[in-house]
């Protein structure tokens, strides 16, 4: 998360609910967002996506403690938009797919794609048959 204001909303709201927060990295300038403008009459639905320096998308391999995070899991969920909106996200969801694999932690998967989150220089189908390739589910 930011270490902003924004960013410490999004953690209390967490705490709420009873999520343990005592994991969250602090890094980047924003907190990533998208907008729905719902569709009316002939006009579709339209995603804006606004996911640029946000915190999510300057995770590097090797920030987190992936052994720690998931030492009482029992499964561990990566989405597709993870690697779509960077290549440091990208490089930390297939690390995670390791250490969940080696410590024998289920690794299931929403393929989830989103053409237009891929601004980074990869394509989806650079990236996803490694990441697939550790999953479970």
């Known amino acids: 998360l930011p270490q902003n204001e924004m960013g410490r909303a999004c953690m209390m709201e ?3 609910y009873g999520v343990d927060t005592s994991q969250i990295i602090y890094g980047g300038e924003r907190l ?3 907008f729905l403008e719902t ?3 002939a006009r579709a639905s339209k995603v804006v996506y606004d996911r640029a320096h946000s915190s999510f998308s300057c995770i590097q ?3 987190i403690n992936w052994e ?3 030492k009482d899991a029992s ?3 990566w989405t597709g938009i993870t690697p779509a ?3 440091g996200a990208a ?3 297939l690390e995670a797919i390791q250490v969940a694999n080696r410590m024998g932690v289920a690794v299931s998967c929403d393929l989830n794609y989103r053409k237009n989150l891929w601004k980074y220089g990869k394509k989806a189908s650079e990236v996803m048959p490694e990441l697939v390739a550790g999953c479970d589910i």
Do not use: N, P, T, W
């Open 32 to 34: 990533g967002i998208y």
């Open 75 to 77: 499964f561990f969920h």
């Open 14 to 16: 967490l705490r709420k």
């Open 68 to 70: 720690e995070v998931l």
């Open 91 to 93: 490089d930390a969801c």
């Open 85 to 87: 909106v960077s290549q």
């Open 61 to 63: 391999k090797g920030m």
């Open 39 to 41: 569709g009316a009459v």
